[in-house]
């Protein structure tokens, strides 16, 4: 079964750009898999950051934007926030109308 | 603006069979062409996608639950719900719905979620 990678955690300090990856453990990542990312703060639900790759959910700040690097997906947040400090997760399309999260990564500022 | 919210039982014993609801308000859930999710979260750890139902009734699940999940839609009530039998320790977890809004792209508006306990 392909599993969905994430880095376990990261830091970046305040102000500065920080960028995020969701891979395969077989293959590589592109569009057709549909990456979408996600952010989540202790004990809310989650929140919709940026789906299909690249577009912002309504609301989202452009400091936050989606790519494919590579073979991974990835989310970079720009100009990094206090409250940017939180867990985020990827999701991707295998097909067959399947999605698979990856296991998330918590990301500290400071 | 659609919000979504879950409810059921707080606790359910091993073995038996976990039942939630997702209460759609703000907009008719058999209108448009949306995918009606559901996604657990256990302690500590990552999110799991459990499956979905899309408007027209098919659905869609995780391949290590499919024998144990359904997921059907009640447009009479405006609601979608989730149904887990033979329940283990394991299946403890927050729960939360989800909209798709934009289609099948990932972008869900998610309710707050609720725990459901397997316990005896």
């Known amino acids: 079964q392909t599993v969905v990678t994430q880095e376990p955690s990261f830091s970046v300090s305040p102000g500065g750009t920080v960028t995020l990856t969701c891979g395969l453990s077989?293959?590589?990542?592109?569009?057709?898999?549909?990456p979408s990312w996600y952010q989540q703060t202790p004990g809310q639900a989650p929140r919709t950051l940026i789906y299909?790759?690249?577009t912002r959910s309504s609301g989202v700040p452009d400091r936050f934007s989606g790519s494919i690097l590579g073979d991974k997906a990835a989310l970079t947040i720009t100009g990094a926030q206090a409250d940017d400090e939180s867990d985020y997760y990827c999701?991707?399309?295998?097909?067959?109308?399947?999605?698979?999260f990856g296991g998330g990564t918590k990301l500290t500022v400071l | 603006q659609v919000q979504l919210q879950e409810s059921g039982p707080g606790l359910v014993k091993p073995s038996q069979t976990l039942s939630l609801t997702c209460t759609v308000s703000?907009?008719?859930?058999?209108?448009?062409?949306?995918?009606w999710s559901w996604i657990r979260q256990p302690a500590g750890k990552g999110l799991e996608w459990i499956g979905r139902?899309?408007?027209?009734?098919?659905?869609n699940y995780n391949p290590s639950l499919k024998s144990r999940v359904t997921i059907s839609v009640d447009t009479s009530k405006n609601q979608f719900s989730l149904k887990l039998s033979s329940v283990t320790a394991a299946d403890t977890a927050v729960y939360y719905c989800?909209?798709?809004?934009?289609?099948?792209?990932?972008?869900?508006?998610w309710g707050q979620g609720t725990l459901v306990t397997v316990s005896s």
């Open positions: 989800a909209r798709d809004k934009g289609g099948d792209y990932g972008d869900y508006d």
């Open positions: 703000g907009g008719s859930i058999s209108s448009g062409s949306y995918y």
């Open positions: 139902i899309y408007t027209n009734g098919r659905t």
């Open positions: 077989s293959g590589s990542v592109s569009t057709s898999y549909y």
């Open positions: 299909s790759t690249n």
């Open positions: 999701v991707l399309y295998m097909g067959g109308g399947i999605w698979v």
